[in-house]
């Protein structure tokens, strides 16, 4: 059986009906994932899976209630800890750390049974949208070889895409989760700051960053949100907000609901090559019985720069514990500590990682501070109470993930600013802090995926999930 074709719910059904074993699944992503080495999405197939999975196997034997994700292969991206094996977050820099301990997500995931078999191809630190800001060489697209996988979480994406575990993990700070998505084919959801804990992820900017699935269907991925959401003490930025269940609306109509479309988004869509796609979306939605709406979002253009000054400010005090002293590579010609600082620092950090620093830097030093990040502070607050005014008007928000498919290796690197504006569409969802869900919905001009954004009020995820299942079902898969 070739299980890559399979869903989540599906591969679940099997092994609680025990119709396969986890060392069979575990052992077929594994020759999957040496079959498709040369995408380079995968940095590390984990030595102990098929002994994880023989114990689970030997459990199954004699107990009938099988925890839901029992025997489930999982991959994680490599800024998500996992006890007693590596972490690099893609950097030379950990070129050689191993966790000490498991993150929040990762300590439910293993409750739940479930096998994790390796980590996934990320941009160094996370920094980047296309993954080629990797230590270890660009993800290549799943479906082409010449093209991005997206970024950051872009390893994630394509092994999605490839078959190569059940579901996958990432984490979205701009875009990283529903843009490699969009450009791969698949569905990714970015979560509530808040819903999910950030408790072992390595940080990037720590009022934007959120963990979330990447996965096969939206079924799949409101499955994996019933296990990690919720409340953690080791996260006090952690929602208290009581946990529903994603998977109530699976197989719901939309009738009767109204999708609102900022009228900047309007603008933006026309400049793209795919304004009659969208235009053909909403109508194939109101003959439905829903309502597309044109909505005023007044400062939905300072989305961009509000994020360039923030997401950096926040980068520079997180990766100050970087200092080649404490956990990470030292540069051999450092002998006194300004040269440790300074020769490690130089030496291990990516181009783009520098590239942040100083721009965080920039905007939080002396004279500087109040004109730049004290502001920026204040519109991403303005932001968000437009947002919710906006929210009073219908259920959901709709825009595109991406300008467009995925742009080839190497076009956009040389260019920051052109690569910077890939964001424009999604990091409106995490400067306002609102959860958003990725799902494929057409084909671009060469045949590869684009994405629709489907975005929701505060701790409403279960609706967009369904919006987005409807979508699927309905739409994507009628293709």
Known sequence: MEYCELSLKQIIDLLQNKQVT????????????????????????????????????????THENLPILHGVPILLKDNICYENHRLTCASKFMENFVSPYSATVTQKLLENGAIIIGRTNMDEFAM?????????GVAKNALDDTKVSGGSSGGSASAMALGLAA??????????????????????????????????????????????????????????????????????????????????????????????????????????????????????????????????????????????????????????????????KRSEDAYKIDEIYNFSRTKFFGDEVKRRIMLGNFVLSSGYYDAYYAKAKRLKEMLKSEVIEAFKLCDAL???????????IGEKSTDPVSMYAEDMFTIFANLTEIPSISVPFEKGENGLPLGLQIAGKHFDEKSIIGFADFIEKNYWEAK
């Open 22 to 61: 986890a060392n069979e699944l575990v052992t077929y992503y594994i020759r999957r994932i040496k079959n498709f080495k040369d995408k380079n999405c995968v940095l590390e197939i984990f030595n102990d899976a098929l002994e994880i999975a023989n114990e689970k196997d030997e459990y199954a034997k």
């Open 167 to 328: 579901i996958t993990l990432g984490s979205d700070t701009g875009g990283s989760i529903r843009q490699p998505a969009s450009f791969n084919g698949v569905v990714g959801l970015k979560p509530t700051y808040g819903r999910v804990s950030r408790y072992g992820l390595v940080a990037f900017a720590s009022s934007l960053d959120q963990i979330g699935p990447i996965a096969k269907t939206s079924e799949d991925a409101a499955i994996l949100m019933n296990i990690i959401a919720g409340h953690d003490n080791n996260d006090q930025t952690s929602s208290l907000e009581s946990v529903p269940n994603y998977t109530a609306n699976i197989d719901k109509d939309i009738n009767g609901k109204t999708f609102g479309v900022p009228s900047q988004i309007l603008k933006l869509i026309k400049t793209t090559k795919y304004e009659d796609k969208y235009q053909k979306l909403f109508k194939f939605l109101t003959s439905h019985g829903a309502t597309i709406k044109e909505v005023e979002i007044p400062d939905y253009e300072l989305s961009l720069p509000i994020y360039y000054i923030l997401a950096p400010a926040e980068a520079t005090s997180n990766l100050g514990r970087f200092d080649g002293i404490k956990y990470t």
């Open 398 to 408: 709709l825009l595109p993930t991406t300008f467009g498919e995925a742009f080839k």
């Open 128 to 136: 980047g949208g296309s993954t080629e800001n990797s230590a270890y």
